[in-house]
């Protein structure tokens, strides 16, 4: 075969892999192989086609043929690696992408390839590295500069990505892929109304694309603008239709049904997906496919079948740890604490690039006997001080009965008499608390023989111990109101120490709260829902702001949003933060305290701005200019009995807090850096939205 002809064999072939027509390619480029088998040119290209074709194992084997007659061929190498890793065996293809760069070391489609793989599997900062050089090298590539500015965003570097995004636009102001992608990285850094002004441009360049539209609705909701959102969602849907109705596009397909799970039409999307045939797909567009299938099916209430589209998205995925992450969000998203997403996590070992991702998801959504079993390996959380179970049950009552105690101390001294009504009601005081410290020591000897890791038995003892001292307590305290109403009856209405007596007694009330927290510790917690205006959690800083040497700042945006939830239970959280910043900086005289309160559609971290539909939450945020909680003690801070604080605290509060918060769907994690920082999210009902 002459030169000529084998050249237009190859370009023949060219033709046929840009129309997708792999078959006919495969067929032509076989007969131009067994006429120049040694051609490297055409075993490189028959390779490439049988990679596009799915066909892995032989496209390898042809990669390595022509790697043995040319071992420096760096367009072989490229495809070798990108086979490699469409195949899933990463390690390999970055080994080949490396040895490419070895030889030609700014070969910007190696690159490319390389930073887009590596993205893949989560290497995020890696993918970075490589995408700066490309910039350098190509400053004048538009596309580079967009995926570049897209990787960014997923990472939260939103200025340098608006950086590059911006300098995509000056090299082509009319490529409406960077426009969508700025508006989405506007959107995702809560810059809504300056993304709207990129979505319209790119939309008055291509006013029948459809994808804009899906991406522009998005962003309308996350605004709030849930009306302007349905209806661009309304209108991406009809295009989709038309589309369809022409000519039969899976990946037009998948856009319409994720408008449709946007616009709640859950049944449709679920049709739509299910006639697109993912045995034609790529194995990473088919495990797409599938776990929005699963997701969409644990949206309409049916777990069982959306496992059944998960478990087939793990195993045919290309990136299987990826898809575990992507699978286990989607299930908490809509039933957080789900066993099944926590197994899905839990096969991604510490050895991977995801761990750090599987293990945030973890701590956000393990029961807490399960997050115990996660942190205490860790030393600093082992429950090793069999003093301190004792001394937790035993400071959390003596706590509440002090301080009854004190009120009556001061009303003596205030009366400067010897009533023997009041006398009577602190030597009642003063019988209970002995009592109590009777009780606690029968209970010793129950746990001095329990592995410090046995979690049920001590749990179950701190339960026991709770009920008991409780119910004790609970009993006496009827008692000491009927002492104090009694005492109160001789006063004359004007005297001085009327006010005291009030104070006692209202301390009594919240001495049965704190009793009735303390019985929670092991049982089920009962919420009581009611509708109220998320500004009455905050009224009593509004009032008073100013908390022993602290004070406590205000920044709260949705004030006159109606909360359907347990108001009383969401005081008693933000009172104990309170409570525990004051105690663990006793000796800081400027203490301030900030409250922070405002909605938050599908926060970043507790649900995925990749997972389709909306979810509204009440974000609160409580900060302070304290010590802070040091790094090697964040894991563990949730759990009981532990406490940082050197006060000899009982190491309750944050445990009781996550408890609840896990009853009412809702999180909490501590993120500071410089003083406590705690974020706290509570859905609101969906159909409030």
């Given amino acids: 075969m002459s030169e000529e002809q084998l050249e237009s064999l190859m370009n023949q072939a060219e033709d046929l892999e840009k129309r997708k027509d792999y078959d006919r390619a495969i067929a032509i480029l076989e007969q131009a192989q067994a006429i120049a088998s040694g051609n490297v040119e055409v075993l490189r290209q028959y390779g490439k086609i049988l990679a596009k074709s799915e066909r892995y194992e032989e496209a390898l084997k042809i990669f390595e043929q022509a790697l043995k007659i040319e071992p420096e061929n760096v367009d072989a190498l490229r495809n070798y690696g990108t086979a490699l890793a469409e195949r899933g065996m990463y390690d390999r293809a970055f080994m080949i992408f490396d040895n490419a760069l070895e030889i030609e070391a700014e070969n910007v489609k190696i690159l490319s390839s390389y930073s887009k793989y590596l993205l893949r ?3 995020r900062e890696e993918s970075c590295a490589i995408l700066e050089k490309l910039s350098k090298l190509e400053p004048n590539n538009d596309i580079t500069f967009t995926f570049y500015g897209t990787v960014l965003t997923s990472a939260g570097r939103y200025y340098r990505a608006f950086e590059l995004f911006e300098h995509a636009l000056k090299v082509n102001p009319g490529n409406v892929i960077t426009l969508t992608s700025f508006g989405k990285a506007l959107t995702s850094a809560n810059r809504y109304d300056r993304a709207f002004i990129f979505f319209e441009k790119a939309l008055k360049m291509a006013p029948q694309n459809a994808i804009i539209m899906t991406s522009y609705g998005s962003a309308l909701a996350k605004a709030g603008k849930f009306e302007n959102a349905r209806k661009m969602h309304k209108r991406a849907v009809t295009l989709f239709r038309k589309k369809l109705d022409i000519k039969r596009d899976e990946y037009i397909s998948y856009h319409y049904a994720i408008s449709l799970e946007e616009l709640g039409k859950y049944p449709e999307a679920i049709s739509q997906l299910e006639t697109i045939a993912v045995d034609k797909l790529t194995q990473r567009h088919a495990s797409i496919i599938l776990a929005s299938l699963g997701r969409l099916y644990y949206i309409i209430k049916q777990p069982d079948k959306g496992n059944e589209y998960f478990d087939k998205a793990i195993a045919n995925s290309d990136d299987k740890e990826k898809t575990l992450l992507y699978s ?6 809509n039933d957080p604490y789900s066993e099944k997403a926590v197994e899905m996590l839990r096969e991604i070992t510490e050895e991977s690039s995801r761990y750090i991702q599987a293990r945030e998801m973890l ?8 997050y115990f079993e996660m942190v205490k390996a860790d030393a600093q959380s082992g429950l090793n001080d069999t003093e301190m179970i004792n001394r937790a049950m035993y400071h959390k009552i003596a706590n509440e009965i002090s301080i009854l105690k004190g009120i009556a101390y001061r009303i003596k001294r205030l009366t400067e008499s010897e009533d ?6 602190i030597q009642y005081i003063e019988d209970l608390f002995e009592k109590v410290k009777e009780r606690r020591a029968e209970q010793q000897s129950q746990i001095e023989n329990i592995p410090e890791n046995d979690y049920q038995r001590i749990l179950a003892v701190i339960s026991q111990t709770a009920h008991d001292i409780s119910d004790f307590v609970n ?3 009827p008692v000491i109101e009927s002492k104090i109403r009694r005492a109160m009856r001789k006063l004359q209405p004007d005297k001085a120490s009327r006010a005291q007596f009030e104070k006692l007694l209202a301390q009594l009330e919240l001495t049965q709260a704190a009793l009735d927290d303390l019985k929670a510790i092991n049982q089920g917690i009962e919420i009581r829902n009611s509708h109220f205006l998320v500004r009455k959690l905050f009224e009593k800083w509004e009032v008073t702001p100013e908390i022993e040497r602290a004070n406590i700042f205000l920044d709260i945006k949705n004030r006159n949003s109606e909360f359907y939830g347990d108001e009383e239970k969401i005081k008693s959280i933000l009172n104990e933060l309170v409570g ?6 006793r000796k800081q005289n400027n203490l301030r305290m900030q409250i922070t309160s405002q909605d938050a559609i599908n926060p970043q971290g507790i649900r995925a701005m990749t997972i389709p539909g909306k979810q509204k939450y ?9 010590k802070g909680i040091p790094e090697d003690k964040k894991d563990w801070i949730f759990q009981p009995l532990k406490t940082t604080s050197s006060d000899k605290g009982s190491g309750l509060g944050l445990f009781i807090i996550r ?13 500071g850096q410089k003083g406590a920082r705690f974020e706290i999210y509570i859905p609101y009902r969906k159909e409030e939205i």
């Fill in 363 to 370: 701590t956000l959504n393990l029961s807490e006997e399960d």
């Fill in 121 to 123: 599997v989560g290497k």
């Fill in 580 to 585: 525990n910043s004051l105690k663990h900086n």
């Fill in 328 to 333: 286990a969000r989607s299930i908490f998203a």
């Fill in 618 to 626: 009440l974000f609160i945020e409580f900060t302070d200019n304290g």
């Fill in 659 to 671: 408890k609840t918060l896990t009853k009412m769907k809702g999180y909490i994690r501590e993120t």
């Fill in 420 to 425: 023997k009504s009041l006398n009577g009601i």
């Fill in 475 to 477: 009993n006496e305290l």
